[in-house]
């Protein structure tokens, strides 16, 4: 990752120097495309924005059949998965069906679509809107087979896997996620792993299985640490933490694990990760008696969104936090013995 940011870099800086538009719109696109796997979200964000801003759809129609898909479905399609890990999960929502999705099926080129599809299953998966993920993860299996691009079949099936997983069907599902990450490598394909791996470990968790769980994180850890692919970090951590629990390990580990993923998000400004990372912790805390501490943080992330409310990211955050404000208003209240100690409650 480091190389390829040091590459993009010089492209941008080659693309400015010509002032020539493609060559920036297609720099920017590789420059936010390399910082977003490197967890650099607002960086990421502000050069797919510009690469999309710089296309023309008249005069760059050809360039999917150079560059193997469409420059602005692809800015399009990281974008939106980036606008969600920000915390935007309306307005990535949004995009993806006002603008990534009516171009890829505009321009009537294959594997531009089979992109957009692809990443429209990584968003609907992050919002964890399981219908809307199967039913792209078809669509892109569909596509992938009768065009022959191993690369997006892989990812369908194991996409496919996980929501089977999440319907019951673990078994089936952890093979298909299996099947998928198997087929990935075979395509050529190390982008993307260390979550698939994640998605694989919570399967393996949701069946009981939780040592197997954290045996796959291990992988997926030491991936991210060998090839620099850090945006899933966060996540990575909070599912240890959360197998460690089923294990039993000591309540030091685990929330070791839960406050290291929320640094990384907080590093990142990934303020879906972040929120996450905060539930798993405050519902520790809760079982533990520290409700008004696990209050306390996850008021405040709760607090920053504006949108995505009727997600189930939000409500699950919105549910427990009115169940800690329950709590802490059932709590017997001591005549206080000094006006510091009545600010306090």
Known sequence: METAQELAEQLLELAQRMQDRGGLMNAHLALGDTLLCRGELTGALEHLEQSIALYDPRQDHSLAFVYGQDPAVAALSHGVRALWMAGY?????????????????????????????????????????????????????????????PHWLAQGIAYRGWVLAEQ?????????????????????????????????ARAHGEEG????????????????????????????????????????????????????????????????????????????????????????ILAEIYGWFSEGFDTPDLKEAKALLDELSQARRALPVSEPTSNFETAAL
């Open 209 to 296: 299985e939780a040592e197997a769980g954290l045996a796959v994180l291990a992988e997926a850890l030491a991936t991210v640490k060998e090839t620099g692919e850090c945006n899933y970090e966060a996540e990575l951590y909070r599912l240890k933490g959360e197998l460690l629990l089923m294990v039993g390990a000591a309540e030091a580990e685990i929330v070791a694990c839960f406050r290291h993923a929320i640094e990384v998000a907080c590093q990142q400004d990934a303020k879906s990760w972040e929120l996450r990372a905060t539930m798993s912790l405050c519902r520790l805390w809760q079982k533990q008696g520290k409700g008004e501490e696990a209050r306390q």
């Open 168 to 200: 019951g069907q673990r078994e089936e599902g952890i093979a298909q996620m299996r099947q998928g990450l198997a087929a990935w490598r075979v395509a050529g394909a190390e982008l993307g792993r260390p979550y698939y791996l994640a998605l694989l």
């Open 89 to 149: 999960p309306d307005q990535a929502l949004r995009k993806c069906r006002e603008k990534l999705l009516p171009l890829a099926q505009e321009l009537s080129h294959p594997h531009s679509l089979a992109f957009a599809l692809g990443f429209a299953t990584v968003l609907y998966h992050l919002r964890r809107e399981m219908q809307a993920t199967q039913e792209m993860a078809e669509a892109t299996i569909v596509l992938s087979t009768e065009h022959g691009f």
